[in-house]
């Protein structure tokens, strides 16, 4: 057997830049906003997803490229470039696509709901009536709420909220105390709503709305009487989200991240975004306030925000301009009303494929546990849920029920810090035992467990998913979970619940693999051993469907599989920094992704493993963070019918799909995959399977 020769790692030219790499997502989710087979209404809402996205980006991964910039560091990613080489490239390619949103908004999508009597209201199309009623509603519902600053040395340049709605206004006159102020700063409440509903007395038929943005504008002179208003335009600033923990002088987790989050609102700059009809004596004066550069400066044509005209989806009544409507199943195990659910798990492992099947059988095995009198604990992690949510509720009867009760909450999941705050007082409060997890590794794990006494005998019911414990999401996030009483399983997660817990060496686990210990090994482990039976002259396959993939020996692993004879088949929605199709490299490597009604967010590994198929779930990607510094949980999934399931639900429909599929090109781009055959819907074909859609 002839060994392979081992891939440089430093050969940057086999690896796509991860930051460049979300770019070319975000641009797939704009192109479903210009796809004319999606309804109206849906599109608008990919256009607003697309733009929250972007926020993120800046908040996110420019803030640390501008970081390390600021720091000089030199270091580099396995793609070469250093941070200045990348902020440069993103420059370009937001300039494009903030360019083509708002020409989409502005040219198709605006006319589009014109035409079905869904309107924006222009200041110029304001009626005499709809003017006067405006004008009430500024002075009775926002005027009272707004707070103008005028600048002078009294009043230096105010601390501006991240991403909150601003308006620079110039002034020319005094004022009542004989001062001349050539600028003011209003700034609009996140209480106030963006788009507001015009009455149908004085609309007419159809929905109409104004924006917030237009109503100041047309007063803003009512700020500054005796003044006036030369110029308002609006604008918006980003900043970096990242929370300045020190963990070496850490003492208490929870009242650090809560000091940190009052310091996050006014953190450094990263971009600014103003009207394109600003003049650019404004826009100097804003870049100057704020520390930023011509190239941190984005012009947008419309307003500031594009995300607030999701509101418009909910405000409108159209079903024939959005989704049909589709209710989640539930699984035939499931469906025994006489039996509980433990009775129901005991008769064999139950998956469950969220959205297109309920949570409702996770929620109602918590409640179940909390009054049952034989559950003696439960444990669950805890990622992002919402203090208000029905599996808190159930902890807390638990727990006034005198059971054992662990809540492990992660305090650091980014942009839920605040409400994972307020979840660990509302558990602690009610006699819940609350840990954080380990400090320096983020609890990304989704498991459950409850112990009930059996007889004789304790037995172990665990719940271990590929997404989190929100039970709004589970409706739009696609994910994976699986019910089980197997003693195996139980006694992994009851390991991993100790060391999240406790203290001590991490032991072994018989069934599962976890982060940071065990994943990473393990995976390029299986991927080895394909390589291995692929050398040998066997049938090598590997299937995966992940969010994102990044991590460089994980990628090395496959380019060497590739390189071997290894079929490789991975469905990557987001993040992909491997370059599949190369000659001698990876020509053996498929890459795809696939967008539609629902976020894919399941995680999938399938191994031929010489016809003993492994296949396993997993809360983690194929990304560093994931694989090396976070807590992850990856289970088997073992039972038969559970497997040929998973593989029909999971994967194969992914790599057939022909409507909301892209296909990674070895040079980086994507190329949306269009077929004259029968259109194929992999999220169609999951509603119509496991549960009613109302068409």
């Not at 040219?107 to 009430?136: K, N, T, Y």
């Not at 002088?249 to 953190?267: C, P, T």
């Not at 080895?528 to 994102?548: C, H, L, Q």
């Amino acid at each position: 057997m002839t060994e392979q020769p081992a891939l440089p790692l430093e050969d940057k030219g086999l690896y796509l830049n991860r930051d460049l790499s979300i770019l070319q997502f975000n641009r797939r989710v704009f192109e479903m906003a210009c796809d004319l087979g999606i309804p109206l209404l849906e599109r608008l809402k990919f256009l607003c997803i697309s733009s929250t996205n972007m926020d993120e980006f800046f908040e996110v991964r420019v803030a640390a490229q501008k970081h390390r910039l600021a720091m000089g560091s030199l270091s580099k990613a396995a793609d070469g470039l250093t941070a200045g080489e990348i902020l440069s490239q993103v420059r370009g390619r937001v300039d494009a696509l903030v360019t083509d949103q708002y020409q989409l908004l502005n040219d198709a999508l605006l006319p589009a709901l014109e035409e079905e009597g869904i309107r924006i209201l222009r200041r110029s199309d304001w009626s005499e009536e709809q003017a006067v009623w405006i004008r009430r509603f500024f002075r009775r519902e926002l005027l009272p709420l707004l707070t103008p600053i005028g600048l002078d040395p009294a009043h230096p340049f105010p601390r501006l909220l991240s991403k909150i709605l601003n308006f620079v206004v110039s002034l020319e006159g005094k004022d009542a105390f004989g001062r001349e102020s050539h600028y003011a700063i209003v700034q609009a409440p996140r209480s106030l709503p963006r788009v507001i509903r015009l009455p149908r007395e004085i609309a007419g038929s159809g929905d109409h709305f104004v924006l917030l943005s237009s109503i100041i504008h047309a007063h803003v002179g009512d700020f500054f009487p005796g003044m006036e208003a030369k110029a308002c335009h609006q604008f918006r600033i980003t900043r970096n989200s990242g929370l300045l923990v020190d963990e070496e002088e850490l003492v208490d987790l929870k009242q650090a991240v809560a000091g940190e989050l009052l310091e996050r609102r006014f953190s450094k700059e990263v971009r600014l975004e103003v009207s394109q009809r600003c003049p650019q004596e404004l826009v100097d004066f804003l870049l100057h306030q704020f520390g930023l550069g011509q190239g941190d400066l984005y012009r947008v044509d419309g307003l500031v925000n594009l995300y607030r005209l999701a509101a418009i989806y909910n405000e409108v009544d159209r079903p024939d301009l959005k989704y049909p409507v589709f209710e989640a199943g539930v699984p035939a195990q499931l469906r025994d009303e006489e039996s509980s659910v433990f009775e129901m798990i005991q008769q064999g492992d139950v998956l469950l494929h969220h959205p297109f099947q309920s949570f409702s059988p996770v929620v109602e095995l918590l409640n179940q546990a909390a009054s049952d009198p034989n559950v003696l604990v439960i444990k669950q992690t805890m990622y992002r849920v919402v203090p208000d949510s029905p599996l808190v509720d159930a902890l807390v009867r638990a727990a006034r029920a005198n059971k054992e009760v662990v809540a492990v909450i992660e305090l650091m999941a980014r942009f839920n810090e605040e409400e994972n705050i307020a979840l660990a007082n509302k558990l602690s409060a009610a006699g819940v035992q609350v840990v954080y997890g380990v400090v320096g590794y983020k609890t990304h794990c989704k498991m459950l467990m409850v112990v009930r006494r059996e007889g004789r005998k304790l037995r172990r019911y665990v719940h271990l998913g590929t997404g989190n414990y929100h039970t709004v999401t589970s409706r739009f996030y696609t994910d994976f979970g699986l019910l089980s009483c197997d003693p195996e399983l139980g006694e992994d997660v009851h390991k991993l619940f100790q060391q999240l817990t406790g203290l001590g060496k991490a032991t072994r686990l018989k069934a599962m693999l976890s982060a940071p210990f065990t994943l990473h090994k393990g995976l390029i482990e299986r991927i080895d051993r394909e390589a291995e039976t692929a050398r040998a002259g066997g049938e090598a396959r590997i299937r995966a469907k992940v969010n994102g993939l990044e991590e460089p020996e994980v990628i090395r692993a496959l380019y060497r599989a590739s390189q071997s004879g290894v079929k490789i088949d991975l469905i990557v929605r987001g993040i992909c920094c491997l370059r599949p199709g190369i000659a001698g490299i990876s020509e053996n490597i498929r890459v795809r992704s696939v967008l539609g009604r629902f976020l894919e967010h399941t995680r999938i590994y399938y191994f031929h493993n010489g016809g003993e198929t492994e296949l396993f779930c997993a809360s983690a990607d194929w990304m560093s963070r994931n694989l090396l510094r976070r807590v992850e949980t990856c289970f088997p999934v073992r039972d038969e019918v559970l497997k040929k399931e998973l593989i029909a639900s999971g994967l194969t429909p992914y790599f057939s799909d022909n409507v909301g599929a892209w296909q990674l090109k070895a040079d980086g781009s994507y190329q949306r995959v269009q077929t004259r055959a029968q259109p194929k819907s992999a999220q169609l074909m999951l509603m119509r399977k496991l549960g009613t859609l109302k068409e």
